[in-house]
């Protein structure tokens, strides 16, 4: 088997198996980002309770802080905003990874992840066996991508066809045209 062959299997095996743990990661994301939007909706239930005890609305409540002559109180507004910011954002990506179908999940995570969901999900990344359809569509991308790359990498060093006479110094001749 010639070196570029081999080199070529390696390259797309690898990248076959990277790129079939693209689900599994968004599936274990998604699990995450679940857990994240229940604590985050806690403390943005906890903020608005607690106005609505002092006959406030969540803007009112948010301007008060604003307003105040503490600035751990202006701080703590700007914080509970972050906070419902983030809440929204969540919400919204759950939303939308529910949406859409299983072979689409990896493109919306890498698109727009929440930044700390993702880090959490990687550090605690368990690969999985692809034995889903979709898993086994991205197995067969990341094939066909490592392919691809390896392709373009060894491009440069392939040889050029040759104008010389043959293998042995022989030239070409059909039978008969001696």
Request: hydrophobic fraction near 45%; avoid cysteine; glycine fraction near 8%.
């Amino acid at each position: 088997m010639k070196a570029a062959t081999v080199g070529a299997l390696i390259v797309s095996l690898a990248g076959g198996a990277v790129a079939s743990q693209a689900p599994e990661l968004a599936q274990q994301y998604r699990q995450r980002l679940g857990g994240a939007l229940e604590e985050v909706a806690h403390v943005v239930a906890d903020f608005d309770a607690d106005a609505a005890r002092n006959n406030l609305r969540r803007e009112e409540a948010l301007a008060l802080h604003d307003q105040a002559e503490e600035p751990f109180l202006r701080d703590r507004g700007q914080s509970i905003r972050r906070t419902i910011a983030r809440f929204e954002r969540l919400r919204y990506q759950s939303e939308r990874l529910g949406e859409l179908p299983p072979v689409l999940r990896p493109l919306a995570v890498i698109a727009a992840p929440d930044q700390a969901v993702l880090e959490g999900t990687v550090r605690n990344f368990e690969p999985a066996v692809p034995l889903t359809a979709h898993g086994l569509a991205w197995t067969a991308v990341g094939l066909l991508s490592g392919f691809g790359v390896f392709r373009l990498a060894a491009f440069p060093f392939r040889r050029r066809a040759s104008r010389r006479p043959g293998r042995y110094g022989e030239r070409f001749t059909r039978p008969g045209n001696r």
